[in-house]
């Protein structure tokens, strides 16, 4: 039980005192159980309030702070950081929000906002009493990495992970390697063989002692957790035989790619005539003959091109754009019009997406002759297959929607990546989310896009969803660092906010376990009965356990019973503020105007008139201080009342005028 | 429903054309273009067309004669793709579908047809003058009578059907219509336009090539009054001294302003200089030299100097002859009468459409 609380209420520059009394609120919880200081600031998050939070907690000898302000989103770390420096720890710091709970909400009921503020500042001190202090959980990790899928994107996070010394077990499903980038010839941009380009990263990948690659291998069994990944992999050896193999590594990196979209039977005529053949068949076909097109032994003529098969489906399963397929298409007409001169193209499009200098080829191909007709997927092309000739006719949007027909020798589908049938087995076997297009799932598409919701299991290249091969080397070399930041040091430190058994009730029914969804309850012998072990390595300390134990035996730190209880009983103690106090409050704070704006809005509004100013200026002719002025002023920025107006003279400050 | 033709597309590169290729549809230029509107919209339709190779939709379509090549659209274009040197190709070669006789694809497509033309006229003339059948009086007599029966017959057998022909392509063939008034009502758009050219004004509206405009309607004028001087006043036997100095002008006139389209072609001063196709070449040359040697024989006739230096006749009438027999019937020439007509039957074609506007 803490005892010696200080609880720091911020005015937020106005976005909190504007609104809730603070001086009053301060007043109020000097008076709370515990708390030695309490103190209202300007703001909190300010370095000299944390130079003196940390005076007080040394100098007052405090054990619990609460900082009553805004949300924890923004500034847990900040007050975390505090309470470390002054050699608290920093689980004993609580955070009450009074703005996006309190103050903005109720900006029309200020004496009511008041109010509860009062409760969620006391709820907070109720849990700083009863905060204990944790200390991160820290693992072991293991410095090897697992890479699942020796394609492109493998290999690569495979040699640089090796280059920085990590053991790496690089396992791959089939006979050979190199995944998809084998089925192209010469590749957009570099001119290389796709072939060659895998056959080098081989090389290197074998001549790296840090690699072990297993081919015709696939996954078994997995345990353990973050750092300590243990993977039964089975190995096929010499014949049919196979052996069981257990690989230990700290990480793991799923790069297992992805599948070409099978066109259904009769879609767009595929599979009634060996005239239309899918885009990775026409490559398998180039490369038969050299470069030359032949169907039947004669010299193909005239070649079909349909966009966005199996892509972009807005009612069918893959509703995505598969991004690589438009560049491979118009990459391989520029190719076969090499060695096929006479061969007249017809591309049927639905939008052309040759993002970035892939665009280079779309403007090659056209300049060449290329027919490009754009469909819409409501009218899409109809293909009438009869004896042995194809016809296709199509409304082309390009010729105001005029029916236009051709009869080509081919007709390719240019269809899109899939995720693979066997993704889901890793799915499984990892507990990797998987979206709604099947794809592997990141946690943030933008900030966290190589780690999954699993501690450790990493997702590079088009596992994750369409890429080319640039990308899926950037995706798995971004995954290469975050887990090498991960694992490199040989510590791992994780949240302490996790599951707790209490080992006198719990008597192992195992309703914890089966609504785990991170594995991280087991069955252990503790002094001679069974009970449940959380693992601190996989516990994210979602709390779903705790509801479910009929003994009450699971609680989540930071969280538990008595804590919530607490709270809920200092949140609803009486809140009385004294008469004299709500006069004060309601003549200066009427509901009125606090529903337009405070009232230092409207004098920023008046000063500025019909000119532009600076902060300063405003600042200078309303008297009052400039970082007020620049936190209202970026206030009203963001709210459209005003809008920056070039710099001054000396381009130090922004001029600022209203947004009319 | 229409099916692509491979092949149009190079096939009209014969005629001229060159980047059309690159056209991503954008429709820039039809946006720009300050004489395409609702009813005739264009270029980017026409270089679908050509793309596509749908030579029915072209060979229906006047909207090429629509088009006075101020550049506009080739300038604008994102692609490089030359619209408008496509709509000045796809005039050639509708030139060539309306020609019966097929001579004129035939001379648009290769130049050697061009030559042998040339030479096969040049021969024949100097063979004639050198069997002495006819004395030089003769010659200077009925040489310009030859030309007005060329001219004439020209007119009967090749161009009067090729208009019917181009009639019966853009008008009666999409409509299946006729009534006579609107041809009555129309009749002076088709002078207007023959003779003054008025629509171009119309490109760029901000920075209209006035000296472009204004030379080209001179040439206009002197090229018809030097066609009336020669052949009806005969001009080079004529004592009247004010039809003698009329003739001087109007022939001067002819090669200066030839000369500067010369230059324009060499310098590419503009877009609708920048690609000459040979028969732009014979065109503007052709007429050089007919003015220029016309005013030559007429100051060597009052110089005296004529009856000793009669190659400079024989010249002249070589000239005259390619002209109406080459030049008029197939080659560039016959612009003043299709793009008139085009504009007559446009008129004519969306006359329902103006009556409706205006109720």
Request: proline share 3%.
């Amino acid at each position: 039980m803490k005892e010696r609380i200080g609880v720091y209420i911020c005015h937020c520059g106005g976005n909190i005192s504007d609104y809730v009394d603070v001086e009053e609120v301060q007043q109020l919880m000097k008076e709370e159980d515990g708390v030695v200081v309490a103190k209202h600031v300007m703001f909190a998050c300010a370095d000299s309030n944390q130079k003196e939070m940390i005076s007080d907690i040394q100098d007052q000898h405090l054990d619990a702070i609460v900082v009553a302000s805004c949300s924890p989103k923004l500034h847990t770390h900040t007050f975390r950081g505090v309470a470390e420096r002054a050699g608290l720890n920093k689980y004993n710091y609580i955070q009450a929000n009074i703005r996006e709970q309190c103050s903005w909400p109720h900006s029309d009921k200020p004496l009511d906002a008041t109010h509860k503020a009062v409760g969620l500042i006391r709820a907070a001190i109720k849990k700083a009493a009863l905060s204990e202090a944790l200390e991160s959980i820290e693992i072991e990790a293991k410095d090897a990495c697992l890479v699942i899928g020796a394609g492109v994107a493998g290999m690569k996070a495979a040699i640089e992970l090796a280059r920085i010394g990590t053991q790496v077990y690089l396992i791959e499903k089939e006979a050979h390697v190199g995944g998809k980038m084998l089925e192209n010839g010469t590749l957009f941009m570099t001119g290389e063989d796709g072939k060659d380009l895998a056959a080098r990263l081989l090389s290197e990948v074998k001549a790296n002692p840090k690699i072990t690659l297993f081919t015709e291998t696939e996954i078994e069994k997995v345990t353990g957790s973050v750092g300590n990944f243990s993977v039964d992999v089975r190995v096929r050896m010499a014949g049919t035989n196979t052996e069981t193999m257990k690989l230990m590594a700290g990480s793991v990196l799923v790069t297992s790619g992805y599948q070409h979209y099978q066109p259904k039977e009769n879609e767009f005529g595929y599979g009634m005539s060996d005239r239309v053949i899918t885009l990775p068949e026409l490559k398998k076909r180039m490369e038969e003959n050299n470069g030359v097109l032949l169907h039947n032994g004669k010299p193909v003529k005239s070649l079909g091109f349909i966009y966005c098969v199996g892509s972009r489906q807005s009612k069918g399963e893959h509703k995505y754009c598969s991004r690589t397929c438009c560049s491979s298409a118009i990459h391989t007409a520029l190719l076969l019009k090499e060695k096929n001169k006479d061969l007249n193209m017809v591309h049927l499009y639905r939008d052309i997406r040759t993002y970035g200098k892939q665009e280079i080829l779309y403007e090659k191909s056209s300049k060449q002759g290329d027919i490009y007709m754009k469909y819409e997927e409501k009218e899409p092309p109809v293909v009438d297959v009869s004896n042995d000739n194809i016809s296709v006719s199509v409304k082309d949007y390009l010729t105001s929607k005029k029916e236009i027909e051709f009869k080509p020798d081919l007709l390719v589908l240019v269809t899109g990546m899939v995720a693979r049938d066997d993704s889901k087995d890793i799915a499984s076997q990892f507990k990797i989310p998987v979206g709604g297009d099947k794809f592997f799932n990141e946690i943030h598409p933008k900030l966290k896009p190589v780690e999954t919701v699993i501690n450790g299991v990493f997702i590079g290249g088009s596992c994750q969803g369409p890429k080319n091969i640039s990308e899926s080397v950037q995706s798995s070399l971004s995954a290469v660092s975050k887990i090498s930041a991960l694992i490199k040091d040989g510590l791992i430190q994780l949240e302490p906010i996790i599951a707790r058994v209490n080992a006198d009730a719990c008597t192992w029914c195992g309703k914890c376990a089966e609504v785990c969804e991170y594995d991280a309850l087991k069955e252990i012998t503790f002094n001679g009965k069974q009970i449940a072990e959380v693992n601190p390595a996989t516990c994210k300390g979602c709390g779903i356990c705790t509801p479910v134990c009929p003994q009450d035996a699971l609680e989540v730190k930071m969280y538990t019973n008595e804590e919530i209880e607490s709270m809920i009983d200092g949140f609803m103690a009486e809140v009385v503020i004294p008469e004299k106090a709500v006069g004060e409050g309601t003549e200066e704070i009427s509901p009125v105007k606090m529903k337009e704006y405070p009232q230092l809005w409207k004098q920023i509004v008046s000063s500025i008139g019909t000119e532009h100013k600076t902060i300063p200026e405003i600042a200078q002719s309303i008297g009052a201080d400039k970082d007020l002025v620049t936190w209202h002023l970026m206030t009203m920025n963001k709210y459209n009342v005003v809008m920056a107006d070039g710099m001054d003279e000396k381009e130090q400050y922004y001029y600022y005028k209203l947004k009319i | 429903m229409a099916v692509i033709n491979f092949e149009f597309s190079k096939k009209i590169k014969k005629y001229g054309a060159k980047d059309f290729d690159a056209c991503f549809n954008c429709g820039t230029c039809t946006a720009i273009c300050d004489l395409s509107d609702a009813d005739n919209s264009f270029p980017r339709k026409m270089i679908r067309y050509t793309t596509l190779g749908i030579q029915d939709e072209i060979k229906t379509s006047l909207d090429p004669w629509l088009c006075y090549y101020c550049g506009d659209c080739s300038q604008s274009c994102p692609r490089q793709a030359d619209p408008g040197n496509l709509m000045m190709s796809l005039r050639r070669w509708l030139t060539s579908k309306y020609d019966w006789t097929g001579l004129s694809g035939l001379l648009y497509r290769h130049m050697w047809a061009y030559i042998i033309g040339f030479l096969f006229i040049a021969l024949a003339i100097v063979g004639a003058f050198m069997s002495d059948v006819f004395t030089q009086s003769v010659w200077l007599h009925y040489g310009h009578l030859f030309e007005m029966l060329a001219i004439a017959s020209v007119f009967v057998v090749i161009l009067f059907p090729n208009i019917i022909r181009m009639w019966y392509f853009s008008v009666w063939k999409p409509t299946k219509k006729f009534k006579i008034k609107p041809y009555f009502v129309a009749i002076s758009d088709l002078l207007v336009h023959m003779f003054t050219q008025k629509r171009s004004l119309d490109c760029q509206k901000e920075h209209t090539d006035t000296l472009w405009y204004v030379e080209h309607l001179l040439l206009v004028f002197s090229y018809l009054s030097l066609l009336v001087i020669t052949v009806f006043l005969d001009w080079f036997s004529t004592e009247s001294a004010l039809v003698n100095v009329f003739g001087y002008v109007v022939s001067g006139v002819i090669f200066i302003v030839t000369a500067d389209f010369v230059r324009r072609r060499i310098h590419k001063t503009s877009e609708k200089s920048k690609f000459s196709h040979p028969s732009d070449w014979f065109f503007v040359i052709w007429l050089f030299m007919m003015g220029l040697s016309a005013f030559a024989v007429r100051l060597f006739i009052d110089l005296d100097l004529l009856e000793n230096n009669f190659w400079l006749y024989l010249f002249h009438l070589t000239v005259l002859v390619q002209w109406a027999l080459i030049i008029v019937p197939f080659g560039k020439w016959t612009h003043f009468l299709y793009r008139s007509f085009a504009m007559y039957f446009a008129r004519i074609l969306n006359m329902p459409a103006t009556e409706k506007g205006k109720k």
